[in-house]
C-alpha cells in the first residue's frame, strides 16, 4: 500500500509538470526543453527557504513559485526570439545553464551535496508527514494544476496561443501582441513546474542537482507527447503511464539498474514510434 | 612560466575534438536540415565496440578501430533507413524528425547501458601514454592523432562534397532536394550515404574520446552538444564553418576558465551558443 502511495505520488508531481509543459509546447508550440530548470528552481527555492529560514511550506512554496516566475519571464524574453527546432536548442542551452549553476553555486545550494533534511509540510497545524496526507495535498495541487491549465486552455487567451502555434505572423496582422502571449504562456508553465518542484523537494525531503537535468526535460517532453499534445487529460495520462511502467519492469523481475535502462530504452522507442505513426500522441490535438 | 601557451594548446586538441563530432552532424544538417541528436549516440557506438573488441576480445587496435568505426556508420545506416527516411517520405515536420532522434538517441543509450553498463571504460593503449610538447604547452600522443584526424577528415569531406559525384549530388540535394531529385539524383541512396559517413565520422569521435578522457553510456550526449554549439556558431550546414566554429568554441571554453571555475565550462558554451543565436542566428560564415 505505501509503495502504491508513493508511485501515485510521484504520477501527481510529474502530471503536474507536464500539465505545465503541455500549455507551452502543445497549445502554444515552443518545443522547451527547459521544464526541469523550473523545476529545480522550486525545489531548490521550497528546500532553501524550508532548511535555512524554516519558514512555512505554503509560504516559501508561494516564493518558490515567484522566484521561477521571474527567471522564467527573463528566459522567456531570450528565448521568444526562436522558432521550432532553434527555439529546442537554446532552451536546452538554458536549462544547461541552471543545472550549471545548481551545482556550482556552493554556498546556496550546496552543489553536489544537495541539500538534505527538508521538512514536510504543515498547514495549520496539521503535518503531512504520512504518504497518505501527502497524497492528498499531492492530488489538490494536480487539481490546481489541471483547473490552472483548463481555464488557460479555455479563454480567449488560449485561442490566441494556438492561433500563435498555427500562423504566429497572422495573428500579429490582427495586432496582437504575440510576444506577451508566449512571454505568458511560458511563466505560467514555469509557475507549475516550480509548484510540482516544491512537492518533490518536501516529498522526498532532499534535493540535489542530478534530479534537474536535461534527459529531466526530455522525459517530460517523452510524457506529454505520448499522453497527447494540446490535451490536457493525456498530460495526465502520459505521467501516469511513464510513472507506472518501470514499476510493472520492476515487478517482472528485472534488477533496478535495467528497469531504470528498460525505462529509457522503452520511452525513447514511444517517441520514435509515436514520430513515425501518431505524432500528436495517444489524446492528442496538434501534431509537431 | 605563463599559463597561456598550455590554454593555447588546450583549446586546440578541445576544438579538434568538437570539430570531429560536429563535422557529421552538419555534414546531415547540410542535407537531411534537421538537428539529429541520433548522432551522439552513433559516437558511442563506435567506441564501445572498439573497447569490446580491444579489450575482451583481445584484439589489435589495427582491427578494433576500423570496425567500431564501421560499426557507428553500421548503426546511422539502420537508424535512418528504419526512422529518418520514412520520416522524410511523409514530409514530416524538422521538429518531429527533432523529437524522433531524441527517441533515437535515448534507445540507443539506453541499450548500450544494458550491453556495457554504465561504469566508465578507458579505451586502452597498447604503449605508455606520451606527453608531447606542444606551441609550449604539453598534451599527449593521443591528442596529437584527433588533431590531425580531425583536420583530415574535414579536408577529405571539403574534397569530397566538391570534386567527386557522389559529392557534388549530395551539396545538389542540401540546396534544394526537389530539383536534384528532377534532375535524377537517386537522393534516398545519397541520404543513406550523407548518414552513414556522418556515422563513420561520429564513430572516430567516439573512438578518440575513448582514448582520450573514457566512455560511458551518456557520452554521447553532452560531447554531441558541444559539436551542436560548434557547428551552429560557424554556420550550421558548413564544413568549414564547423571548423571554425568547433576552435572558436574550444578557445572560449578554455579561455573562459582561465577566469572562472573550471565547473561553468558547459555554461560558458551554452551562453555563447544564445549569445550567437541571438546576434549572429547563422553563425560566423552565414549562407
Known amino acids: 500500500m505505501e509503495y502504491l502511495i508513493n508511485v501515485a505520488i510521484l504520477a501527481c508531481i510529474y502530471a503536474v509538470l507536464a500539465l505545465g509543459l503541455n500549455l507551452v509546447v502543445g497549445f502554444t508550440g515552443l518545443l522547451s526543453v527547459a521544464q526541469a530548470s523550473f523545476y529545480g528552481l522550486g525545489a531548490y527555492a521550497t528546500a532553501i527557504l524550508l532548511t535555512r529560514f524554516g ?50 553555486l556552493q554556498n546556496i545550494t550546496r552543489g553536489p551535496l544537495g541539500i538534505p533534511g527538508i521538512a514536510r509540510p504543515t498547514l495549520f497545524g496539521f503535518h503531512f508527514t504520512g504518504n497518505l496526507s501527502f497524497l492528498i495535498l ?96 493525456g498530460s495526465i495520462l502520459g ?9 510493472i519492469l520492476r515487478f517482472v523481475g528485472f534488477p533496478t539498474e535495467v528497469a531504470a535502462q528498460m525505462r529509457q530504452a522503452i520511452y525513447g522507442a514511444l517517441l520514435v514510434i509515436l514520430m513515425l505513426y501518431r505524432p500528436q500522441g495517444l489524446m492528442g490535438e496538434y501534431k509537431l | 612560466m605563463s599559463i597561456v601557451p598550455q590554454l593555447v594548446a588546450n583549446s586546440i586538441i578541445a576544438g579538434a575534438m568538437y570539430t570531429l563530432i560536429a563535422l ?31 579489450v575482451q576480445a583481445g584484439l589489435s587496435p589495427w582491427i578494433a578501430i576500423p570496425v567500431g568505426i564501421v560499426a557507428a556508420g553500421a548503426v546511422a545506416f539502420i537508424v535512418h533507413h528504419t526512422v529518418f527516411a520514412p520520416l522524410r517520405k511523409r514530409h514530416s515536420s524538422n521538429m518531429v524528425l527533432l523529437v524522433a532522434s531524441l527517441g533515437a538517441y535515448t534507445v540507443l543509450q539506453a541499450v548500450i547501458a544494458m550491453i556495457w553498463t554504465s561504469e566508465f571504460k578507458s579505451l586502452p593503449l597498447k604503449t605508455a601514454e606520451r606527453s608531447i610538447e606542444f606551441l609550449g604547452g604539453i598534451i599527449t600522443r593521443t591528442q596529437l592523432f584527433a588533431l590531425i584526424a580531425a583536420l583530415l577528415i574535414a579536408a577529405a569531406l571539403i574534397i569530397f562534397l566538391k570534386f567527386t559525384r557522389a ?9 534544394d532536394e526537389e530539383v536534384a531529385r528532377v534532375v535524377g539524383i537517386n537522393t534516398n541512396r545519397m541520404m543513406a550515404l550523407v548518414f552513414v559517413i556522418g556515422g563513420v565520422v ?29 557547428a551552429i556558431i560557424g554556420g550550421v550546414g558548413n564544413i568549414y564553418g564547423a571548423v571554425l566554429g568547433a576552435f572558436l568554441l574550444a578557445v572560449v571554453e578554455n579561455f573562459g576558465i582561465w577566469k572562472i571555475a573550471a565547473e561553468w565550462k558547459d555554461a560558458i558554451a551554452f551562453g555563447l551558443l544564445i549569445l550567437f543565436l541571438l546576434f549572429r542566428p547563422r553563425g560566423i560564415l552565414q549562407k
Open chain 1, 55 to 104: 519558514m512555512n511550506f505554503f509560504l516559501a512554496l508561494l516564493i518558490g513559485v515567484a522566484i521561477a516566475a521571474v527567471f522564467a519571464l527573463l528566459i522567456g524574453l531570450v528565448l521568444s526570439k526562436f522558432k521550432d527546432d532553434y527555439y529546442a536548442l537554446a532552451s536546452l542551452g538554458f536549462n544547461v545553464i541552471v543545472y550549471t549553476a545548481f551545482l556550482n
Open chain 1, 239 to 247: 505521467a501516469v503511464s511513464l510513472i507506472v511502467l518501470p514499476e
Open chain 2, 24 to 54: 557529421g552532424f552538419t555534414l546531415t544538417f547540410a542535407t537531411a536540415k534537421f538537428f539529429n541528436l541520433a548522432h551522439g549516440a552513433f559516437a558511442t557506438v563506435g567506441g564501445y565496440i572498439t573497447y569490446s573488441l580491444l
Open chain 2, 202 to 230: 561520429a564513430g572516430v569521435s567516439g573512438i578518440f574520446t575513448g582514448y582520450d578522457t573514457g566512455i560511458e553510456p551518456g557520452v554521447g550526449m553532452p560531447l554531441l552538444l558541444k559539436g551542436v554549439i560548434a
Open chain 1, 138 to 233: 499531492s492530488l489538490v495541487a494536480v487539481a490546481i494544476a489541471y483547473l490552472v491549465a483548463q481555464f488557460v486552455a479555455r479563454s480567449s487567451f488560449g485561442r490566441a496561443l494556438k492561433a500563435i502555434r498555427e500562423d504566429e505572423p497572422a495573428l500579429r496582422v490582427f495586432g496582437y501582441r504575440t510576444l506577451h502571449f508566449k512571454l505568458a504562456v511560458f511563466v505560467i508553465g514555469a509557475a507549475l513546474a516550480a509548484l510540482a518542484g516544491a512537492l518533490f523537494a518536501t516529498y522526498i525531503t532532499f534535493v540535489d542537482p542530478s534530479s534537474f537535468t536535461i534527459n529531466e526535460s526530455i522525459f517530460l517532453l517523452a510524457v506529454i507527447i505520448l499522453g497527447g499534445l494540446a490535451n490536457l487529460r
Open chain 2, 167 to 175: 559529392g557534388r549530388a549530395i551539396t545538389a540535394i542540401g540546396d
